[in-house]
């Protein structure tokens, strides 16, 4: 009987596009301002070691949230620290409106997640695995709020995959 290979985790696919442009954009902040702090002549020893911290700091702001999933799990890792919930598991989901809009979900075990809903929109892969997780919570009992809120949102990923398949033949 031959064994096969665990299948790789679904990950963000448009994860490293915005990586590259928070180091884009760090690199560029720090080569400016030493640009034009070394044409002022008013670049000093300390001043040399301030341009490089913030182009850190600048990067550390910009850098987005990898997100991967797979069978019963979903993982989000910023800069700093990273949360894993299991979805077969979960317990409420909840969306908070505003500008930075983003998910909310909690399992069984305690541990608390939050998700920007547009990486689900990109990513109809990372939506399958959590929306599959979703089902299983469902059917154990564990999932008590947050239904509606997944079906607005599998409805908006549907919108926007259609739009995206009319798009590329086309039709629209």
Do not use: K
Not at 144 to 156: D, F, I, K, M
Request: glycine share 10%; charged share 25%; hydrophobic share 45%.
């Amino acid at each position: 009987m031959e064994r096969t290979a665990p299948l790789p985790p679904d990950g963000d696919r448009h994860w490293r596009h915005g990586a590259r442009f928070a180091v884009g954009c760090a690199l560029v902040f720090c080569g400016l301002t030493f640009l034009l702090d070394w044409n002022a002549g008013t670049l000093t020893p300390a001043r040399a070691l301030l341009w490089p911290g913030l182009s850190v700091v600048l990067l550390l702001v910009l850098l987005p949230q990898r997100v991967t999933a797979g069978s019963g799990w979903l993982a989000v890792r910023g800069p700093v620290r990273g949360h894993v919930i299991r979805t077969d598991a979960l317990t409420d989901i909840r969306q908070y409106p505003g500008v930075s809009a983003h998910l909310v979900l909690r399992d069984a075990y305690g541990q608390r997640l939050e998700l920007d809903p547009r990486v689900l929109v990109a990513n109809p892969l990372l939506w399958h695995d959590l929306d599959t997780g979703v089902r299983r919570s469902r059917e154990r009992g564990t999932l008590r709020e947050g239904s509606e809120v997944l079906a607005r949102l599998g409805r908006e990923i549907d919108d926007a995959t259609a739009r995206a398949v009319l798009r590329e033949s086309g039709i629209s």
